[in-house]
C-alpha cells in the first residue's frame, strides 16, 4: 500500500486526463489530415477531369491493391472526393476538416455550396452534432429557422456579449413540433403534455445544451401558487428558460405574465452563478410588428415565436422532413 494513498490518486487522476485530452487531440488531427487527404485526392481528379465511371473504378481497383489494408477508396469514395474538391475551396476545407467524412458527404449530397452549407459545418463543430442529429437539423431547415430566423427578441438590449449572441442562435422561428398533429392539439395543455411525453424530439429541437426542468413547474410567491407552463436550463448560456405556451395567436398581454415568472425564477430558482433567464412565448402565429411593440419597454431578456405541428407544415417542409418513426430511430 502506498504511504500516500491520497496525493498517489490525485496524480492518478492527473495522468489520466493528459491521456485522455492527448487521445482527443490525435483524434481530430487524424480526421484532418484524412479529410485533407480527401480533399487533394479530389482536387487531382478535377485536375484532370477524370469522372468516367471505367476509369473510377479502374482506380479505386488499383488503390486498394497498393494500399490493402486501409480502407476509404472505393469508387464511391472517390466521386465524393472529386465532388469535395469541386465544391469546397482550399480554405474551406480547413473547416470541414474539423468534422467526420461521414457528415461532409451527407452535406455534399443535402445542401449547396453557399451559405447554408458553412452555416451547417461550423454548427457541427460548436454542437458536435453527430450525423444523425446533423441529418434532423438540414432535413428540419434549421438554417432558414434559426440563422434567417423570424424570431422577434429583445436579447441584444438586454443581455451582455456573448449571451446575447448565444440566446440568438438558441431560439428559432418557427419551432417544429412534427410529433403532434392539430387533432391531438385541441388545447395548450394537450400539446404540453405530448411535448414532455416526447421530450427527448423537444430536447432535439430546442437545441445543443438544454436539459428539462418540468412542467407546470410550481412557485409559491406571496403564499399564492403560480406554475410555469415548461421550464429548462442551458448549461451553455448558464441560465433557464421559461416557456409560455399560447395554442393562439400572439398578444401583447402574453409577456406580462411571462415577464412575472422570469423575475420569480431569477430570484427564487437563479444562483449568484447564473446569467439572466431567458422568457419565451411560443404561441401558435404571431404578428411581427405587434411583438415588437410589446418588447419594446421589457428590460428581460424575452423572445416571441412560433410553432408548427406535425400536419401544418408547409408543403416545402413535408416532403423532406422525416417522419416521428423516422426521428425515433435516429435518438
Known sequence: MLENGSEYLQVLDQVKREIAQARTRIAVGANAEV???????????????????????TLAHD?????????????????????????????????????????????????????????????????????????????????ERQA????????????PEPESELAQQTIKDPFIFDFITAEQSRSER???????????KVLLELGTGFAFMGNQYHLTVGGEDFYIDLLFYNVRLHCYLVVE????????????????????????LASAFDNPTIGLVL?????????????????????????????????????????????QQRI
Open 63 to 143: 488503390l486498394r491493391t497498393a494500399f490493402p489494408g486501409i480502407k476509404g477508396f472505393s469508387a464511391r469514395s472517390l466521386r465524393y472526393m472529386a465532388k469535395f474538391a469541386r465544391e469546397v475551396d482550399s480554405e474551406f476545407c480547413s473547416s470541414c476538416c474539423k468534422i467526420p467524412w461521414g457528415h461532409i458527404m451527407y452535406l455534399l449530397d443535402k445542401t449547396e455550396p453557399n451559405a447554408s452549407r458553412a452555416w451547417y459545418v461550423q454548427a457541427t463543430i460548436d454542437n458536435g452534432w453527430s450525423r444523425a442529429v446533423l441529418a434532423h437539423q438540414v432535413e428540419s431547415h434549421l438554417y
Open 148 to 159: 434567417l430566423s423570424g424570431t422577434v427578441n429583445n436579447f441584444s438590449r438586454t443581455l
Open 245 to 268: 405556451l399560447k395554442n393562439e395567436k400572439f398578444k401583447p398581454e402574453f409577456t406580462g405574465k411571462l415577464g412575472f415568472y422570469v423575475s420569480v425564477v431569477d430570484d427564487v
Open 283 to 327: 404561441c401558435k402565429e404571431k404578428n411581427d410588428v405587434v411583438a415588437e411593440y410589446a418588447l419594446y419597454g421589457i428590460d428581460q431578456p424575452v423572445g416571441v415565436s412560433a410553432y408548427r405541428l406535425g400536419d401544418e407544415l408547409p408543403e416545402d417542409y413535408r416532403d423532406v422532413l422525416p417522419s416521428p418513426e423516422d426521428l
Open 35 to 57: 479529410i485533407s487527404l480527401y480533399w487533394r485526392i479530389g482536387k487531382v481528379l478535377v485536375d484532370r477531369s477524370i469522372y468516367g465511371t471505367r476509369y473510377i473504378n
Open 190 to 200: 394537450d400539446i404540453e403534455e405530448l411535448m414532455v411525453e416526447n421530450v427527448t
